[in-house]
């Protein structure tokens, strides 16, 4: 083979190594939603969130931190806390109903005259009341969502995990882990894949991420136990279920509630 030859083929070697070396973008490789979106994010106080279709007010307080309760008061939305898309929910703490509730009461307590004495009557709470505000609060029986192993446990320190990731085959069915009204299902939000969020009473919410299918849809009541998606890789690398309890909207260690 001539020399020049011998040279032009040298030359074509060493880009070829160039590339796969130094050029990344040379080799095509597959990526998936960053898992760190779902688990790092904290409380968004600022800002203003134009509402997608398929959103409902329980993901987005979900997506960004906060109680849904307090979400809704701060965008003076009732329930049952219907929204639109192209709404805009505003993001910060200050809530103007507080602000002119209290503002209101200024105004009516100095226009009211000063008296020597005064009796005040208290009304007596109803037991259907009382049965009402136990409902809201009360205690709640959870099962396990799906049978696993965990394979990652909640932490709220270094790589943050604001659930259990609990490992399973493709397929394998999620059920409720308590009773409750569903909330969210969809896959809008990321880090999450194919999502479930159900909402359990006043203060818990629960959360079923990365399925592969799911079985129910927003305002569906189901029981404990009820087949609610299949487990999946949506959002992430393995087949798995993360799940996620939250309390008042801040996520509790969902440990502290399942079986032993």
Known sequence: ??????????????????????????????????????????????????????????????????????????????????????????????????????????????????????????????????????????????IWPVKGRVIENFTTKGKVNKGIDIGGKLGQPVNAAADGKVVYAGSGLLGYGKLVIIKHNYQFLSAYAHNRKLLVKEGDKVQAGQKIAEIGATGTTMAKLHFEIRQNGTPVNPLKFLPR
């Open 1 to 142: 083979m001539p020399k020049s030859q011998n040279i032009a083929h040298f030359i074509c070697l060493l880009c070829l190594a160039f590339c796969f070396v130094f050029v990344p973008g040379c080799v095509t490789t597959k990526t998936y939603a960053p898992v760190a979106d779902r688990t790092q994010r904290p409380k968004v106080t600022q800002g203003v969130h134009i509402v997608k279709p398929g959103e409902t007010l329980y993901s987005i307080a979900w997506r960004y931190g906060w109680d849904y309760r307090e979400l809704a008061g701060t965008n003076n939305i009732r329930s049952p806390y219907l929204i639109h898309p192209k709404q805009r929910i505003r993001l910060s703490n200050a809530s103007p109903t507080k602000k002119r509730s209290k503002e209101r009461s200024q105004r009516i307590t100095k226009k009211q005259p000063k008296t020597s004495s005064s009796v005040t009557k208290v009304k007596k709470p109803t037991e259907k009341s009382v049965k009402k505000q136990t409902s809201k609060s009360g205690k709640i029986t959870w």
